[in-house]
């Protein structure tokens, strides 16, 4: 089993930058895929961005890619999301997922509560 837990997130302005926080319990962690989603209120659930479990691939959203990084540093058992330039369609609560199958579909088995993430223009 894996516990999650997120952390960076903020109220900033347009063009800024932050970085999400993945700390991960568990001896585990390097066997799972990790993603990132994000969710406003009334919208389902969106794909923001994923990892495999060594870091050798990954994939975005179309409307985060340029924009934003994923990575992980397992000896830490923490990944990340790095967010760069963003915009106020950014604002969303931000949840981390780790599962043992590398997809952009939220059917991960494991989440964290989530992080609120507010871009004011």
């Known amino acids: 089993q894996v516990q999650l837990v997120e952390s960076g997130g903020g109220l900033v302005q347009a063009g800024d930058s932050l970085r999400l926080s993945c700390a991960a319990s568990?001896?585990?962690?390097?066997?799972?895929?990790i993603a990132w989603f994000r969710q406003v209120p009334g919208k389902e659930r969106e794909f923001v961005a994923t990892?495999?479990?060594?870091?050798?691939?990954?994939v975005y959203a179309d409307s985060v890619k340029g924009r934003f990084t994923i990575s992980r540093d397992n000896a830490k058992n923490t990944a990340y999301l790095q967010m760069n330039n963003l915009k106020p369609e950014d604002t969303a609560v931000y949840y981390c997922?780790?599962?043992?199958?590398?997809?952009?579909?939220?059917?991960?088995?494991?989440w964290g509560q989530g992080t609120q993430v507010t871009v004011s223009s």
């Open positions: 990892i495999t479990s060594s870091g050798g691939s990954t």
């Open positions: 997922a780790a599962g043992l199958w590398f997809t952009t579909k939220p059917t991960y088995g494991y």
């Open positions: 568990g001896r585990t962690f390097s066997s799972y895929a």
